[in-house]
Each structure stands twice: as structure tokens, then as C-alpha cells.
């Protein structure tokens, strides 16, 4: 009677969170945060959106840890809602730094009709704004740790380097808040992401001769429709493995057929290891294949009880959103924390154009996005408080 007593309770909660969701938010610091041009290939810049959230945090009571990863030296945060907590009940995991813009204007946030256009308030900084203000508001009342990444959109390595130095290790689940396109769902699985080189090998020589040559451009153009072929478009409801040609590069002459060419192969897969994908691109196109980075699959079964509990909220929450368990297209830091055995989800205020020159935040949403992450994440003593 008492846990069905603190459901009710949890969806009560939920239900008077979507009534508040048309309260006004400050988005001073938001803009503040969004403002700050964090490409991921600039350390410079993403240490200063670390030192903004860090100090954000802190001037409002949250324990919070820098740590510098080897191969840059830039900072990655790990805030927490009790003082020294790296082994948390519940782990969230988001990103400050984002994708190159469209152009500089977008890093000047614009509210227009109830939207917040800038670059990073779908993916995914207004998301992580969301997770600190959660924190803030949980703290020293929940068991909640958040790792604060500064190189998610060119792989993570940043939230791999701060679990191996034991922050963010679940002891119940990990919530992921991180989006790149429209996602009114909880994701429970991610595909593994894999960046191969392949490179044909020609003989050169004078392009009016090209009879005398052997041109490798032609061996990658073959290659590449061989990957098209082998990797057919996904129909709706499929969940397999699908591949790209992302990059072609070869020849510093316009009048001279080069030695080699070569391509970049971007495969997304549900089963099997990085090397198992390498040696079957390099079966498919007969061409020499090198990894040049990846990361293996995140699945959780979308049965959990986490996830159920989850669910219920978002419903309760978030009545006009389909609220369904699906599998994720993409990669997130997800990929980090299968070896803890605990369930794994993806979750996002509403939004859209991820990536895009027309990125956005609902205003609205805001508030809202945090109370479901509060009903989530207190234990139920501390629940309806």
C-alpha cells in the first residue's frame, strides 16, 4: 500500500508540474550559457562553458569536481547533490559542447513565438541547464550525480575519461538528457558508432594518359556504391545496421590521376564489436580498412522497472507526448556505462533542428522539463516537498 501510495503520489506530482509548465523562467543564464561558443574542436571556449556551469552550481550550494582530460587538457564537470557522491542511485549524463553553426549569429539567442533559437538549445545545452537546475533543487535531499561532457559531438571521450576515474558509477540508472532531433520518446538503446578509413591504391601518372595509370578514384567510386548496396535504407519500424560515406578525399592535381584515394565510412550498428564492422566494410568494398575511432552499442531491456517508472511520469507530465519506449538511431554518452549492468535511458525537453541553422528549445517546456526530472529523481520521502 505504501509504494502504491507514493505512485499515486510521483503522478500527482507530475500532473502539477504540467499545470505550472506555463510559468515564466529566467532565461538570462540560459542565454548566457547558449551564448557561449563551445565547438567542440575549441577547448578554449568549451572551458569556459565548463567554468559557467561550474560556477552557476556552486553559487547555489551543488559540490562540484574539474578534472582535465589527458589528451587536450580541457575540463570536464561532475556535479553532485551531496558533497564527495561519485557512486550516485541515479547518474545523468549531457554535453556542453556543440556542433559548428550554421554562422556566429547563432550563438546570439533569439526568443521568438515561444521558441529559444540559438545554437545548443536543442542539443543540448538548454537540456543540460535543465539537469542543473534538478540538481540544484535536489540537493542534499536526493542521490543524484551529473557528468557534464565537453566533447560528446566528436566522441566522449571526455564523460569515457571521468567514469575511469570513478565519477557518474550508477547504483540504480543512468539518464541521458542529450537530443539532435525531435524526440517526444524515452530511448532505452543506442546504436554503436564506428569511423573507418578506407583507402584504394592506384598507380599514377599524367591524366592525358590515363591508360598508363591506374586510378584508385575510380576503385573508391566502386567501393562506395558496394556500401550503398550492402547497407540499404532502414523502413519505418526496422532497427538494423545502416552505413555512410561521409568523406572522399584523393589527388593534389587537377591534371595528375594520384597514387591513392581514400573515404570515410560512418556505420552505425546494433550487434557485434568495432573490428567485427571493420572487417566487414573491408569485405564488402576489397579495400584496405582502418578504425579510425568508435564506440560499441548501449541497449537496456525497455521493460525495466526504471524505465517503466519513467514512463509513467513523462505520461503524467507530458499528456499531448506519444511517451513510447523506442530504440535510438544515434550514438550518446550512453556508451560509456553498459558495464555497470543498470538501465539506461535517453530522455529531452521538446525541441527540434538539432544540428541545423534553425535550432530550437520550447520556453514553455522548460519548467515542465525540470519538474519531470525532479519527480524522477527524489526518493519518495522527498517527494510532494
Not at 162 to 181: N, R
Request: with cysteine; proline share 6%.
Amino acid at each position: 500500500m505504501k509504494i502504491h501510495n507514493v505512485f499515486i503520489l510521483g503522478l500527482a506530482v507530475a500532473v502539477s508540474l504540467t499545470l505550472k509548465a506555463a510559468s515564466p523562467v529566467d532565461l538570462s543564464p540560459i542565454k548566457e550559457l547558449l551564448s557561449i561558443p563551445s565547438v567542440s574542436a575549441d577547448v578554449a571556449a568549451n572551458d569556459k562553458a565548463i567554468d559557467w556551469m561550474r560556477g552557476y552550481l556552486e553559487s547555489r550550494g551543488v559540490w562540484c569536481v574539474v578534472e582535465t582530460f589527458p589528451k587536450d587538457g580541457r575540463k570536464i564537470l561532475y556535479a553532485a547533490t551531496k558533497p564527495g557522491l561519485k557512486a550516485p542511485d541515479y547518474v545523468l549524463v549531457t554535453h556542453l559542447d556543440v556542433v559548428a553553426p550554421a554562422s556566429p549569429a547563432q550563438f546570439v539567442p533569439v526568443e521568438r513565438e515561444g521558441h529559444l533559437y540559438a545554437r545548443g538549445a536543442c542539443d543540448t545545452k538548454v537540456n543540460a541547464f535543465c539537469g542543473a537546475e534538478a540538481l540544484i533543487r535536489l540537493n542534499g535531499r536526493a542521490s543524484v550525480g551529473c557528468v557534464f561532457a565537453s566533447d560528446e559531438e566528436i566522441g566522449g571521450n571526455t564523460t569515457k575519461h571521468m567514469v575511469s576515474l570513478g565519477y557518474g558509477h550508477p547504483q540504480k540508472a543512468v539518464v541521458v538528457l542529450d537530443a539532435g532531433s525531435m524526440s517526444p520518446d524515452i530511448r532505452y538503446a543506442c546504436k554503436g558508432n564506428a569511423y573507418y578509413k578506407v583507402t584504394a591504391t592506384g598507380r599514377s601518372g599524367h591524366s592525358a594518359r590515363p591508360e598508363a595509370c591506374d586510378n584508385p578514384i575510380y576503385k573508391l567510386a566502386e567501393a562506395a556504391m558496394k556500401i550503398r548496396d550492402a547497407y540499404p535504407h532502414q523502413k519505418p519500424g526496422e532497427y538494423g545496421n545502416v552505413a555512410s560515406v561521409t568523406i572522399i578525399g584523393g589527388g593534389d592535381s587537377q591534371n595528375r590521376i594520384p597514387e591513392t584515394a581514400s573515404m570515410t565510412v560512418n556505420v552505425r550498428f546494433v550487434s557485434g564489436g568495432l573490428e567485427d564492422q571493420r572487417a566487414l566494410v573491408e569485405r564488402i568494398t576489397g579495400l584496405k580498412t582502418e578504425l579510425i575511432r568508435g564506440t560499441d552499442a548501449a541497449i537496456s531491456r525497455p521493460d525495466d522497472p526504471e524505465i517503466l517508472r519513467m514512463q509513467r511520469l513523462m505520461k503524467a507530465a507530458y499528456p499531448e507526448r506519444a511517451c513510447d519506449i523506442v530504440r535510438g538511431l544515434g550514438a550518446n554518452d550512453s556508451r560509456y556505462f553498459p558495464q555497470f549492468g543498470k538501465p539506461m535511458m535517453t530522455v529531452s525537453m521538446d525541441h527540434d533542428g538539432g544540428h541545423t541553422d534553425n535550432e530550437w528549445c520550447s520556453v514553455r517546456d522548460i519548467p515542465r522539463f525540470i519538474g519531470l526530472l525532479m519527480a524522477y529523481l527524489a526518493p519518495p520521502d522527498v517527494i510532494g516537498k
